[in-house]
């Protein structure tokens, strides 16, 4: 038996130059599942263009904390929506995933969702790996060079029949696909500094980063990007630019502030998390910073003043926009940003 030619058609003309997007990102750390389904369908109804889950096998917090399986979600959310762009922000395809399962997972959710997936991937982090699968930590050069060679087991698994594969950490003997869609998937690759970014340069048809860390670091990275591209020959133009955004916008600024509170483990330090790996611990850690929690968002009252502080992104090349909303409430967040800031951003970059 061989692989079906495709599963559906899903061409689509290649693009020279990117639209601006609008996405929701889906804290899969912060609601239980069924919830955070019913933000996805509200994020489609309020008329954002993507969805991004994050992939956890264990949240920042303990008490309050939640982790569903991306996996699952974006299938689910798929079947429960029509044209939302459904990506992981982001998934690591090495560790307690193995490339070639994450190869047929995407390739599923792309037949049964065309033109509306994207393989979002990084180096990972020891919270996630650690705990699941019980191994020491790798180094980055290890966890790098894991990335890269399942990237390339993940994209000849797409186009390839009876793969056999011998790399350094993976291996596959006559393996097949058989249910795939006729385009691959695109794969963008997260980087928080300039080897990574490399990294994403060389082998990502997108870059993922993070918003609020300093307007040098974001330079840093795009040139590293380049450097990664043309190191193989790769036209950084040609590279997709998908940045998380996080904004706490609302008609009342100390609710909006207030609203950051449970994602202080973001104002942490690389020193003060010092590679933690336990959410109790990362949680306790997480309190002595709560008081700077906003300090990674955007909080703001007013949507202009928000668009302007966009604008900074769109300038330096970013067109997939993920909006990351820190309360609670994210119906109440989902429906004032739409309604006030939505628009705003629309009429400038159309």
Same mark, same amino acid.
């Given at each position: 038996?061989?692989?079906?030619?495709?599963?559906?058609?899903?061409?689509?003309?290649?693009?020279?130059?990117?639209?601006?997007?609008?996405?929701?990102?889906?804290?899969?750390?912060?609601?239980?599942?069924?919830?955070?389904?019913?933000?996805?369908?509200?994020?489609?109804?309020?008329?954002?263009?993507?969805?991004?889950?994050?992939?956890?096998?264990?949240?920042?917090?303990?008490?309050?904390?939640?982790?569903?399986?991306?996996?699952?979600?974006?299938?689910?959310?798929?079947?429960?929506? #029509?044209?939302?762009?459904?990506?992981?922000?982001?998934?690591?395809?090495?560790?307690?995933?193995?490339?070639?399962?994450?190869?047929?997972?995407?390739?599923?959710?792309?037949?049964?969702?065309?033109?509306?997936?994207?393989?979002?991937?990084?180096?990972?982090?020891?919270?996630?790996?650690?705990?699941?699968?019980?191994?020491?930590?790798?180094?980055?050069?290890?966890?790098?060079?894991?990335?890269? #060679?399942?990237?390339?087991?993940?994209?000849?698994?797409?186009?390839?029949?009876?793969?056999?594969?011998?790399?350094?950490?993976?291996?596959?003997?006559?393996?097949?696909?058989?249910?795939?869609?006729?385009?691959?998937?695109?794969?963008?690759?997260?980087?928080?500094?300039?080897?990574?970014?490399?990294?994403?340069?060389?082998?990502?048809?997108?870059?993922?980063?993070?918003?609020?860390?300093?307007?040098?670091?974001?330079?840093?990275?795009?040139?590293?990007?380049?450097?990664?591209?043309?190191?193989?020959?790769?036209?950084?133009?040609?590279?997709?630019?998908?940045?998380?955004?996080?904004?706490?916008?609302?008609?009342?600024?100390?609710?909006?502030?207030?609203?950051?509170?449970?994602?202080?483990?973001?104002?942490?330090?690389?020193?003060?998390?010092?590679?933690?790996?336990?959410?109790?611990?990362?949680?306790?850690?997480?309190?002595?910073?709560?008081?700077?929690?906003?300090?990674?968002?955007?909080?703001?009252?007013?949507?202009?003043?928000?668009?302007?502080?966009?604008?900074?992104?769109?300038?330096?090349?970013?067109?997939?926009?993920?909006?990351?909303?820190?309360?609670?409430?994210?119906?109440?967040?989902?429906?004032?940003?739409?309604?006030?800031?939505?628009?705003?951003?629309?009429?400038?970059?159309?």
């Amino acid at each position: 038996m061989v692989p079906s030619a495709a599963c559906d058609d899903v061409s689509m003309s290649s693009r020279t130059k990117r639209p601006v997007r609008y996405g929701y990102k889906a804290s899969a750390e912060q609601f239980p599942p069924r919830q955070l389904i019913d933000y996805g369908i509200s994020a489609e109804r309020h008329g954002f263009d993507i969805v991004a889950v994050s992939d956890h096998f264990q949240p920042w917090r303990h008490h309050g904390g939640h982790a569903p399986n991306a996996l699952i979600y974006l299938a689910a959310l798929g079947e429960r929506t #029509e044209r939302v762009t459904l990506a992981t922000s982001v998934l690591t395809p090495t560790l307690r995933y193995q490339p070639s399962v994450i190869a047929h997972t995407f390739a599923t959710l792309a037949c049964l969702n065309p033109e509306r997936v994207i393989l979002g991937i990084g180096t990972g982090e020891a919270m996630n790996e650690n705990p699941s699968i019980g191994i020491e930590w790798p180094k980055f050069k290890e966890r790098s060079e894991r990335l890269a #060679e399942s990237v390339a087991l993940i994209k000849q698994l797409w186009t390839d029949e009876r793969v056999s594969f011998d790399g350094t950490y993976y291996h596959t003997l006559n393996a097949t696909i058989y249910d795939r869609p006729e385009r691959p998937v695109p794969i963008y690759v997260a980087a928080g500094g300039p080897k990574a970014a490399a990294v994403a340069g060389a082998i990502g048809d997108g870059f993922i980063v993070t918003s609020g860390k300093g307007e040098d670091l974001y330079h840093t990275l795009l040139d590293g990007l380049a450097q990664g591209a043309q190191s193989v020959g790769r036209d950084p133009a040609d590279i997709a630019k998908f940045i998380e955004i996080k904004v706490s916008y609302d008609h009342d600024v100390d609710f909006a502030k207030d609203a950051c509170r449970p994602w202080a483990a973001l104002a942490l330090t690389a020193e003060e998390k010092g590679g933690t790996e336990d959410p109790i611990e990362m949680e306790r850690l997480a309190e002595g910073a709560v008081d700077r929690a906003h300090t990674r968002f955007i909080v703001s009252d007013d949507p202009q003043e928000v668009a302007e502080k966009i604008a900074f992104y769109v300038d330096l090349g970013f067109e997939d926009l993920v909006f990351h909303f820190p309360g609670d409430d994210q119906e109440r967040a989902l429906t004032q940003f739409a309604t006030d800031v939505l628009p705003v951003l629309r009429s400038r970059w159309s």
